[in-house]
Nanobody, 122 residues
Framework: QVQLVESGGGLVQAGGSLRLSCAAS???????MGWFRQAPGKEREFVAA???????SYADTVKGRFTISRDNAKNTAYLQMNSLKPKDTAVYYC?????????????????WGQGTQVTVSS
């Protein structure tokens, strides 16, 4: 069993920055990790993913503003969010899956965190 715990959400003004963290625990963990988000009234959408070796993928809406990274020794992934916009307001979910495609293509990872709220005020 794998547990994912997010932290770092909060309220920030437009143009500001936040860093989200996702700590993985449980049995030996060596999976690609990613972030998704869901705004009110909208479907959950892919944000970014990082493989164990550091390959990254981003949604077009966040390229150039968000950076995903991971510390394999700590089993933790990070999402640095800069130049935040009100439309970035959403619940952000950490996710993980052994299959890269389930993060970046089908949005069906096997493991999810509980989510953390990010609110960007104008």
């Amino acid at each position: 069993q794998v547990q994912l715990v997010e932290s770092g959400g909060g309220l920030v003004q437009a143009g500001g920055s936040l860093r989200l963290s996702c700590a993985a625990s449980g049995r030996t963990f060596s999976n690609p990790m990613g972030w998704f988000r869901q705004a009110p009234g909208k479907e959950r959408e892919f944000v970014a993913a990082v493989s164990v070796r550091g390959t990254v993928s981003y949604a077009d809406t966040v390229k150039g503003r968000f950076t995903i990274s991971r510390d394999n020794a700590k089993n933790t992934a990070y999402l640095q969010m800069n130049s935040l916009k009100p439309k970035d307001t959403a619940v952000y979910y950490c996710a993980a899956d052994p299959a890269w495609v389930r993060l970046v293509r089908t949005a069906t990872p096997g493991y999810w965190g509980q989510g953390t709220q990010v609110t960007v005020s104008s």
